[in-house]
């Protein structure tokens, strides 16, 4: 396969690397001292004492995902498909991301179809992007309508649909305390949106596993 290499340009904030401004290491090693007092416990027995920097250089890899751009993953396209334009499916992406109200995890699955128009892109972008979305701090909600959107911006399918199930800590560990509890999101477009019978094909072929 010839790889068709496009220039992305951006039409939407999702779609960029979100502009930043991080403190310093130290001052975010701070921080987390401040909680460890808060929560009662001593910053300066032997079990805490390295736990600010450890928590800064986990929060740096689980929320890296403010160093990347979407649109860019999906910059490189495929052309030579033999003619192939019906439904493609990355199916059981999981995934981990944080609520972005109480900064607990958000744990799940995503599934991504979309109808190719004349290209196709490599099915490992399909799931980067997922993880560059879920490595920010997320509502389910709207990182569903972030993957399909990218997607169908970038690649300008003929439609995409997205499904994403997950428990979310926050109920499971505070408030109601409902634990294997889950909540399952999804958005569509083109095809997908105007087409009840492609929803149902894609919600069975996630299901099954196979065509409708």
């Known amino acids: 396969m010839d790889a068709v290499i496009k220039k992305i340009m951006p039409r939407s904030e999702y779609m960029e ?7 310093s290491q130290a001052e975010a090693e701070a921080a987390v001292l401040t909680l460890l007092r808060w929560t009662g416990d001593n910053p300066d027995r032997e079990g805490l004492k390295d736990t600010p920097k450890r928590v800064a250089k986990a929060f740096r890899e689980m929320f890296n995902g403010y ?14 498909v033999a003619g192939y334009d019906d439904m493609v499916i990355v199916k059981d992406i999981h995934f981990h991301s944080h609520c972005e109200h109480h900064m607990v995890p958000i744990i799940g699955r995503a599934h991504v179809g979309y109808l190719p128009d004349r290209k196709v892109v490599g099915l490992s972008k399909i799931a980067r992007v997922v993880d560059i979305f879920a490595h920010r701090l997320q509502t389910q909600e709207a990182m569903t309508a972030q993957i399909a959107a990218v997607i169908q911006d970038v690649l300008n399918p003929r439609g995409v649909a997205v499904m994403v199930d997950a428990e979310h800590m926050c109920m499971a560990m505070r408030g109601i ?15 997908f949106k105007d087409s009840p019978e492609e929803q149902v094909r894609f919600v069975t072929m996630v299901r099954n596993g196979l065509s409708a």
């Not at 690397?17 to 403190?23: A, E, F, G, M, S």
């Not at 751009?69 to 396209?77: H, M, S």
């Not at 509890?181 to 477009?189: E, I, K, N, R």
Request: charged share 30%.
């Open 17 to 23: 690397k979100p502009v930043t401004h991080r403190p």
């Open 67 to 80: 160093d990347m751009c979407p649109a860019e993953e999906l910059g490189r396209t495929f052309e030579e």
């Open 177 to 191: 305390r409902k634990q294997g509890s889950t909540t399952l999101t999804s958005t569509f477009t083109g095809a």
